[in-house]
Structure formats: C-alpha cells, structure tokens
C-alpha cells in the first residue's frame, strides 16, 4: 500500500493535470518562488500554505478544483 504522503502528492499531481496549468502557472498562481519549490511541495503537500492552495484554487476550473479540493481535505480532514 502506498505511503499517505505519495497518495497526497498523486491527487495534487492529478489536479494540477486536469487544471491544464504549466508548472511556471501554477508556481505563479500559488504564489511560490521557484518550480522547484512548487515541485517540493507538491511531493510533500502537507508544506503548502493555505494562501498557496487558495492561489492555486482560484487558478483552476472544474474538474481540477474538485480534485484539489479532496486533496486538501485529505491533509486537514483524514479519516
């Protein structure tokens, strides 16, 4: 089974996927430095400030929202 983490960091890919976004906007919509730290955060998405999920999600249309949405419900609500 796979680790928690990868499982969070696989929905976070996913979105950013179906939002149709290039790692350079969606650095830019949340509001990182670099794509590397985008790309760090994505891997351990428990690092991402609300204010950079929120950038990110003002970003992104339906469906990708919808998966971001589980994504951080998955870090600050688990089951």
Do not use: W
Not at 49 to 71: F, H, K, V
């Amino acid at each position: 089974m796979p680790k928690k983490s990868s499982l969070k960091s696989s929905q976070f890919r996913a979105a950013r996927g179906a939002s149709l976004m290039t790692l350079e906007q969606i650095k830019t919509a949340a509001g990182v430095g670099s794509i590397n730290t985008y790309i760090a955060h994505e891997e351990e998405p428990s690092d991402f400030r609300l204010s950079e999920i929120e950038g990110m999600y003002r970003s992104m249309e339906e469906p990708a929202r919808t998966l971001l949405r589980d994504a951080v419900c998955e870090i600050f609500l688990p089951s």
